[in-house]
């Protein structure tokens, strides 16, 4: 059963002139507020572009705490933009000021971002293609200065931020389109694949030239459900949460390789966009998807729930299958939202969110714990 909001909640939405592929908050001093900045990029545009957004007054006061709200009528301040010439398959902050963005063209750009301008430091062009056509970068993770793309021509390659000549192709799948990427700590990647197949790759491994074999795979759904989403634990990298195309999550540990996967969780009516466990409260999950939905996943009441036998109450709340499903708590944050949501980022008690609406979402005062 899915909730209706809490009353607490408060929300701002803004019109950006162009369905959102992508949001990001960048990266902040403090975890656990949101930072005053955020990146978006666009998708089927005439044109597509990557802005930089405050949530305070004017661009001088962009970094400024102290700064006043936005003038009336502008929840936020474009800051900066730059056109990509392509959709905005990805986007990753590197550092506060480095911005990775991966295209429909199969290009990855590094971005210098500042409240003035964006400018692009370095490209990757064409870095997946189907024969002579190019064809997109889906997806990336970054790691430090390590970043990992994966391609709808199943390629995975890994690059190096501070040696933009070092290229590496880590895997080469064929027709498995890589959908969704994550780092699982620094030596380890994992990605999940059109044919429904989450694979684990260690970085350590040299492959030859057109790539090595990856360590595991697993069978997180059916060859006709891809996985279209994943969202790595960030105090247990083992555990790795996975949307698929048909609207159904499933979670499981990577480190039980022949461990049947729990029961995958049917909780929307199209593809699961993105999926993210809270940084600093994981017991808490959002997910955003094709038919509006963005939902929050509170698992916080399992951890004392008397069902729990004693070799469950061993096991992380996530994996507890059937159990999740009947006693996690569900709310939409969003519930007038009609068109896809496709990107979800958390920081503190806010949930930066953007949509084929145009809109950017801003829901804050979420309940954590």
Known sequence: MVNAPFSSLSERA????????KVRWAIGVDRTTAPDTFA?????????DVSLWSTTASRSAAFDSSASPPPAGDTFVQLSRFEIGADCEDLVFATSKTLLVATSSGDVRV???????????????????????PCAASCLSVHGTDVVTGGEDGKIIRLDLNRVDAKTKI?????SSVRSLSHCGK?????????????VWDLRVKGDREGGDPCQTLAASTALDA????????????????????????FCDIRNAYRPLPDLLPIASGPIWEIAFHPLYPDNCFTCADDGTLLHWDAAA??????????ASRMNVWLLGAALSDHVKLTNLLPDQKLPVNSVDLAGGSVLV?????????????LLR
């Open 14 to 21: 803004q019109f950006v002139c162009g369905k959102v592929r």
């Open 40 to 48: 978006t990029g666009t998708w089927d545009q005439p044109v597509n």
């Open 111 to 133: 971005l210098d971002v500042t409240p003035d301008q964006i400018v692009q430091q370095h490209a990757w062009e064409q870095l997946h293609s189907l024969g002579s056509l």
């Open 171 to 175: 895997g080469n799948i064929g027709l």
């Open 187 to 199: 030596d380890q990647v994992i990605s999940g694949h059109l044919t429904g197949q989450l694979q």
């Open 227 to 250: 996985v279209t989403s994943l969202g790595v634990h960030p105090a247990q990298p083992n555990l790795v949460a996975f949307g698929t195309q048909l609207g159904s999550v499933g």
């Open 302 to 311: 399992l951890k004392q729930s008397s069902f729990r036998s004693q070799d």
């Open 354 to 366: 953007g949509s084929d609406s145009e809109l950017v979402h801003l829901v804050e005062n979420v």
